[in-house]
């Protein structure tokens, strides 16, 4: 069952076409990987999908259309966005980037849901966000999101410049996530992808060049290396 | 002494009203992306509508009653400009500059065509017509009036930001207006709550302007326009508190230079800008050019 459906989603960015009619369906369930090399245009469907980006064709989530909606509805309709670049807000302390984020009916549940999977964001909340590690960092993004009431996760990038460690940290609490929130991941490092993401759809120069099982893909060297510009032939590769 | 005192209450008060000015233009900016080049004339709006409150009620009524008018002016004036003329023009920044440049040229105008070209003399209460004796300097006690209130507003500001969900929401926004609104808020109401801020702001600072010269003049805003956008690319767009800074700086500067030489007092503020902005190489909101 599909929460997410796109349909012919079209973007133009400076008068150049960067999505030429993007199909595809996120599950109600479980981690949907979006893929494809730099510049295929992953983050250009993800900021679509909020509405970040003007664009045309249909994105219905949940039966509802998303284009013409102003970001800000698109958000309160329940779809969480962790943005490539994190958008912490630097100039601001952990615990203030947490209130914004914040429902009215603020949940201590949810803080404590939040500092149970990064408890590193409760002993730094008094610290301004912009002098966190690049991994704390993430984890504010990703803690403050979920925050809110989501039914869909949209995240760009978590493991992007982070150590090992940090990532397998990274990637283990949205596993956690994932059980009640399904998610769609863009995510270059494949290690990642093959033990997140049930489905993938791979991108290849706006439009959606591969759809299937994630071990499918990811067990086809072939594939990968035409798709993805790298090798699996042991199967994995990060 | 006496002459060092006289100058730095003088720069001073100047820069609490460059700081009045420049504080709404620098959020409007720093949050919106809007140069707003009709904020000058919601000075000279507030001017106005405080000097003719001032006009028909007398003494220090008369006064608080012209403050209060001035803000609400410049709060009014400041909010339709919103609505009317920025939210249809959001992501077209030349048209804004164009439609802000049009209303500041038209409101002047507009003013001289209600009051005419000469300036209204403003009529002050008599406490604060006289001169407070400082370290044997006789300062004018209207330029305490208006550091006070400049104070007032920088406290005022700076808990309305750091305390409040409506502060937090600017604040972010200044830094990652996309990211706010994809934390489900919808910055266009805290675009409206920080113009009509702002526009409140420089009708306060017209009224005070009008009692610090002693009168009020069309051209009021439009003067006091430049220096605050010199303020605003020195404080960083979107800074209070480096608003504040800024504002002392160019205010003491312009006074200091103005004594050494009466053609000296303006150019010294373009020099101070030129030198800080080759120095620190940054661009008008604050990152790195």
Request: aromatic share 6%; no cysteine; proline share 3%.
């Amino acid at each position: 069952m599909s929460l997410l459906e796109i349909a012919d989603l079209r973007v133009s960015l400076g008068g150049s076409a960067i999505l030429h009619g993007v199909t595809f369906d996120v599950a109600a369930s479980g981690v949907t990987a979006l893929l494809g090399r730099n510049g295929v245009g992953k983050t250009t469907t993800a900021k679509a999908i909020l509405g970040l980006y003007a664009s045309a064709g249909s994105v219905r989530f949940d039966g509802r259309e998303l284009i013409g909606l102003p970001t800000y509805a698109v958000a309160r309709l329940g779809i969480g966005y962790v943005p490539e670049d994190r958008g912490v807000f630097s100039a601001l302390s952990v615990a203030e980037n947490m209130r914004l984020a914040e429902p009215r009916d603020r949940a201590t549940a949810a803080y404590d849901y939040v500092y149970e999977l990064f408890p590193v964001l409760e002993q730094r909340a008094a610290q301004p966000a912009g002098t966190l590690s690049g991994g704390e960092q993430q984890m504010l993004a990703i803690g403050r999101i979920l925050l809110r009431p989501n039914r869909l996760l949209v995240v760009d990038e978590p493991t992007k410049g982070l150590s090992p460690k940090v990532a397998s940290e990274v990637a283990h609490a949205l596993k956690e996530v994932a059980r009640t929130v399904p998610i769609l991941l863009i995510e270059q490092n494949l290690g990642v992808v093959r033990t997140m993401a049930g489905r993938s759809v791979v991108l290849d120069t706006g439009r959606v060049a591969h759809r299937g099982e994630t071990r499918e893909l990811l067990a086809n060297p072939l594939l990968t290396n035409q798709l993805l510009g790298v090798s699996t032939a042991n199967g994995v590769s990060s | 002494m006496t002459t060092l005192v006289l100058l730095t209450a003088t720069g001073l008060g100047l820069a609490a009203l460059y700081f009045l000015v420049a504080s709404g233009l620098s959020l409007i900016f720093g949050l919106m992306d809007v140069l707003n080049f009709a904020h000058g004339a919601f000075v000279s709006i507030g001017g106005y509508v405080g000097w003719t409150v001032a006009d028909h009620l007398s003494g220090t009524f008369g006064l608080v009653g012209s403050l209060l008018a001035g803000i609400a002016a410049g709060a009014a004036i400041a909010a339709a400009t919103e609505l009317a003329i920025i939210r249809p023009l959001y992501g077209r920044p030349l048209d804004q500059v164009l439609a802000t440049v049009g209303l500041g040229l038209a409101i002047p105008a507009l003013l001289q065509a209600i009051w005419g070209a000469d300036s209204r003399t403003w009529l002050v209460p008599g406490w604060l017509a006289g001169t407070v004796d400082v370290a044997g300097a006789h300062v004018p006690t209207v330029r305490f009036l208006l550091i006070g209130i400049a104070v007032a507003l920088l406290l005022a500001l700076r808990l309305l930001f750091g305390r409040t969900r409506a502060g937090l929401i600017v604040r972010a926004g200044v830094e990652d207006r996309e990211m706010v609104t994809a934390l489900g808020i919808d910055v266009r109401r805290a675009n409206s709550a920080v113009f009509a801020l702002g526009g409140a702001a420089a009708g306060l600072a017209g009224v005070l302007y009008g009692l610090y010269q002693g009168s009020v003049s069309p051209g009021d805003g439009t003067s006091l326009l430049i220096f605050a956008f010199v303020v605003v690319v020195l404080g960083g767009a979107g800074s209070i508190t480096g608003t504040a800074v800024a504002a002392i700086a160019v205010g003491l500067v312009q006074q200091y230079a103005d004594y050494a030489s009466a053609s000296l007092g303006d150019e010294s503020v373009v020099i101070l800008l030129a030198a800080v902005l080759l120095l620190r190489r940054r661009n008008l909101q604050g990152r790195p050019a």
